[in-house]
């Protein structure tokens, strides 16, 4: 294979590792709680006064959203909490749990993600067990459609069939080319 071929698929292979590692960070950002919430209720479930925070308001349809559930000062702190993000009425989509951990940050809080696969109206369906019983809430979440991708992106992955045709006709000139004066120098 000429030089040229092997440096074009270099080349090549290092933009394709940077792109990947970029969408897994950009990836991983967007399930990670952020430093500062997009929007904090004070909600009640059943006898639990609950402070919940949502990292990205609207939720992008299609990502995980990232939450958080802290009792309210003065609550009991021993709280086992369950959610699941539920479509609203008239939307096709199905009932999906979420995964929660303990906040280290906060005393019998919570944090977490919730996958939202389509955009409309969903509702984070929480409910907490503690020493007062159960109490449940339907917190309501707007999930709009997921964001376009940059134009840029757009062009470099529609030309894929062009890079493609021009590094074949480059990589067969270069053959031919050796080949021709491999045959005059004999």
Do not use: C
């Not at 008239?90 to 919570?110: E, R």
């Amino acid at each position: 294979m000429p030089k040229v071929a092997q440096h074009l698929l270099l080349a090549l292979g290092i933009f394709a590792l940077i792109v990947l590692v970029t969408e897994i960070d950009l990836s991983v950002a967007a399930t990670q709680h952020g430093v500062v919430p997009a929007r904090v209720d004070t909600a009640q479930a059943g006898p639990y006064s609950l402070k919940v925070s949502l990292y990205t308001d609207p939720a992008h349809a299609g990502f995980a959203l990232p939450f958080a559930i802290a009792p309210q000062p003065g609550t009991s702190t021993a709280l086992t909490y369950t959610v699941t993000s539920v479509p609203g009425p008239g939307m096709k989509a199905t009932q999906i749990h979420g995964s929660v951990t303990p906040d280290p940050q906060v005393k019998g809080g919570v944090q977490g993600t919730v996958e939202i696969t389509v955009q409309g109206q969903w509702y984070l369906s929480i409910v907490v067990e503690g020493p007062s019983g159960e109490g449940a809430l339907d917190y309501p979440v707007t999930a709009t459609a997921p964001p376009p991708i940059p134009l840029w992106l757009g062009w470099l992955i529609g030309f894929i069939p062009i890079y493609g045709i021009v590094a074949f006709l480059i990589i067969q000139r270069n053959a031919n080319y050796s080949r021709a004066t491999a045959g005059v120098v004999q």
